[in-house]
DNA sequence: TTTT
DNA sequence: TTTT
């Protein structure tokens, strides 16, 4: 059925990229979205909203982007829930990003060689927009992703994972190709 | 900035209508939308999204939908958050339909003389699109809503407000119109 | 760079399909988008807009659609250009449909089995929304199409391409994957 | 129905900016958007889409972008005709622009004091979508068309219609509003 | 008739 | 807490 979002806006952080257990490359990232008008007290409100990316789109984005960079988004909604520590079941709606764009100029954030170009993770994009998106994620532990080094990564921590203490709850089978 | 959802599903339940404190509609409805291919295990799921709708199209919505109806819906993605009764902040991501456009045929439903219309508030549509859609809502207490007794209205329940035991949180200051 | 287009409408007339000298399926479509407002003079008018799929979608929307079926567009806008008979340049905007729902009850038209399901090409969808959709067609002569007995076509025309004396103006080494 | 496009790319002209015979403000452009693969060839293609914005935001428009400008615009799918000069009815789509988001960066094109803020026609935004948009437009002749001077406006041509002598074809009749 |  |  029709399920179809296009968004821009700029990230509230930098994106965090993780891997699966299988080395598949997962970026999350929150667009904050301005509304078009201000609200009953004057002020501009925003929106917030949670995205993903997979794969090669994944390492570009966190690669590529980082807090404050404008973007474009088309994707799909997602909603999908988990238990919470206190056993509480919790929703989540958020866009699964099929194509990202960077929406930054060539000359911006101090000498960055990349441009305007729109990120997609292979020839044949948008394999499968349903891909889970679960909270906690396989910390890399040591597997090389495939993708290290593109320019551009060395304005990001070097260790994506370094903040990550999550359990490991993903598993390749939960993707569903 | 841009920020616009379409999308196709079907009600996963009647739609709930109320009034804010100053009488203006409001209808909020969960849309069912299947994703287009199975998951690991070979099933079809689905994304199960929030919306809301106001005014005129609030009331369209609540006397010509119900559970299991087919709807378009063209709107945006909207964030807010609120405490709840813990005193934790929770956070809610929904869709804000601008429109709303019934995908029944004519002769559904066993007799409701209504067709395939697309539900607009008013001559100028989609006037301000971030309309608070806070948890609870004013419950309507005797006055005239303005637009009762619309046919097909008979199929849902006498008392929209039936059910509805929130607490009163939301005055017609915070509407942003 | 983003382009997205959502259409809900009706077909004005049977979809064509045709098959490139390679066998790829391509199906040529108009809906006509009813708007949700009168004109001056009061009347409803619509858009028609000319849409085209490929492959697996493209026998699907031709097998299962006919003219009044209602249907549901996702894809991107594409534009190209022709010398017309006269040598003059003509230029064309199209929607390419990545995926096509079928927005029709099950038992609708008379008795066909088909219901409200989604079409897509392949297992991953949408591979390159950028096939060329040039006005002349190959006319398919006489290799299997791969695809044809599937149940709903015998509405169909058994030769859909009886009515086609266009020359062939497109080969597979126009098709970009 | 739905009919809901999102597009994002670069202006290939400056903008045209044109008057009604009732002083009612559009603004006709055309938006170049990359494809985001590359064809059989080996060369990135391009969609070359015409698009107009009516009243405030024609001027906004009008006055903030040009050739080369990167704009996001968020609206619906039109199609016309009309005769040309030799008799010949000529189809014609379109995108109507509900809203233009400028993506150029607050610093972009030497001095200019606009930032990536996007452009609304009036505070309910979106009234009619539907508005004509045909090829020839009134000339306007001397009155004040109510927004003149703003600044950013002296990057563009003094005249807006110096360059166009086409025939006045189009009242306000013809608005449906 | 096309933009970076 | 989910629809056909």
Do not use: H
Not at 75 to 91: A, K, L, P, V, W
Not at 99 to 126: D, I, M, R, T
Not at 140 to 146: F, H, V, Y
């Amino acid at each position: 059925m029709i399920n179809r979002v296009v968004l821009v806006g700029r990230l509230t952080k930098d994106p965090e990229l993780r891997y699966t257990a299988n080395g598949i490359a997962v970026t999350s990232f929150t667009l904050a979205v301005n509304r078009p008008f201000s609200n009953q007290q004057g002020n501009r409100e925003a929106d917030f909203i949670n995205c993903v990316v997979w794969r090669k789109q994944a390492e570009n984005v966190a690669n590529y982007l980082k807090k404050g960079s404008q973007a474009g988004v088309d994707g799909r909604m997602q909603t999908r829930s988990y238990e919470n520590q206190e056993g509480r079941r919790i929703f989540v709606t958020e866009v699964v990003a099929e194509s990202v764009q960077f929406l930054e100029p060539k000359n911006a954030s101090g000498g960055g060689g990349f441009g305007s170009q729109e990120s997609y993770g292979n020839p044949s994009p948008s394999p499968n927009p349903y891909e889970p998106a679960n909270d906690g994620f396989q910390r890399n532990q040591g597997q090389a992703p495939g993708s290290g080094g593109q320019k551009g990564q060395t304005d990001l921590s070097d260790d994506p994972f370094a903040s990550d203490g999550k359990p490991i709850d993903i598993s390749d089978d939960d993707l569903p190709f």
